[in-house]
């Protein structure tokens, strides 16, 4: 499993420990080729919207000896509601999202920023969906420059 899978799954498990967040189903993000088939209860699913490496004066990557690359992730939360819970739920669940994101009480990054779509139908998922993205940072440490793969990440936390 790779680095960013294993932080993913860290962002999951700590969501799913969150009292305002039960009965609600918390998974990755769906499989292109599968879709909630008649959910009955809320779904929230991450994946990432983007994800960059910050750039330094110069054009240079920001870096730091023996901490990697500063790296800006954009996560994707999509929030999916039974059709007849529409609207309130959707609703409802993103603020309570919202709420567990910015506190970071639990979670392995703190978010800096949240912003979300109007809920909408997804024809391909074929239920009410509210896309949510939150901003955050981490130190992503990389092999030797011999091209190892990622071996390790370590997530520091700012408090502003």
């Known amino acids: 499993m790779g680095t960013l899978s294993r932080l993913k799954d860290e962002i999951l498990e700590a969501l799913r420990q969150e009292p305002g967040l039960r009965g609600v189903v ?36 920001l870096t730091c000896e023996g901490e990697g690359k500063r790296c800006e992730a954009t996560l994707l939360f999509t929030l999916c509601a039974p059709r007849k819970e529409v609207s309130p739920k959707l609703v409802g669940l993103f603020d309570v999202l919202a709420e567990v994101l910015l506190a970071g009480e639990g979670m392995p990054l703190a978010v800096s920023g949240l912003r979300c779509e109007p809920v909408g139908f997804d024809r391909a998922l074929g239920c009410p969906v509210l896309r949510a993205y939150a901003k955050t940072e981490f130190w992503l440490v990389g092999g030797t420059e011999t091209g190892e793969g990622i071996g390790e990440y370590i997530v520091r936390r700012a408090e502003i």
Do not use: C, N, S, W
């Open 26 to 61: 918390i998974t990755d993000e769906f499989p292109e080729t599968g879709k909630p088939q008649g959910i009955g209860r809320p779904v929230l699913a991450l994946g990432y919207a983007q994800i960059e490496v910050k750039q330094a004066g110069m054009g240079g990557l």
